[in-house]
């Protein structure tokens, strides 16, 4: 290893690795390349995200309680998604919330306001 600062270069030494003498490999080993199988829309998971953070921190003030006591209650996205109308999601949604004793209805129609527009997370398709 040597240590190298000449003039047109940067000021900056640069570090050239030699293999010692004697070791030097006969054939370098091939590696093929990966490729990419799946694509995700990273816009859309980001949005996804910071929507289940939003639902984590609005039911635990809904319920006065600690993210890790709020009881067992899954909003699945993709199956509000998938109903016909705001109606249905939000019937849905207070279905969900049916044990909370603080009101429900800003968190439901907020939750609404969130997901209109996002779009479905499917199964990531392979190319």
């Known amino acids: 290893m040597a240590a190298v600062n ?17 070791t030097e ?9 990966g490729r990419v199988t799946v694509k995700y829309d990273r816009k859309e998971l980001r949005k996804r995200l910071n ?15 600690e993210e890790e ?10 199956e509000l998604l998938d109903m ?10 207070k279905d969900l ?3 909370c004793y603080k009101p429900t209805e800003d968190f439901v129609s907020e939750l609404l306001d969130k997901i209109r ?6 199964t990531p398709q392979k190319k």
């Open 6 to 22: 000449s003039p047109e270069s940067s000021p900056q030494p640069r570090v050239y690795f030699q293999t010692p003498p004697g």
């Open 97 to 99: 919330l049916v044990d």
């Open 84 to 93: 016909q109308n705001d109606v249905d999601r939000a019937a849905r949604v």
């Open 117 to 122: 527009g996002m779009q479905k997370l499917s």
């Open 25 to 33: 490999e006969t054939e370098t080993p091939v590696r093929k390349q």
């Open 69 to 78: 006591a709020i009881p067992e209650l899954e909003i699945d996205v993709d």
């Open 51 to 65: 929507l289940e953070e939003w639902i984590i921190d609005q039911l635990t003030e809904l319920y006065d309680c």
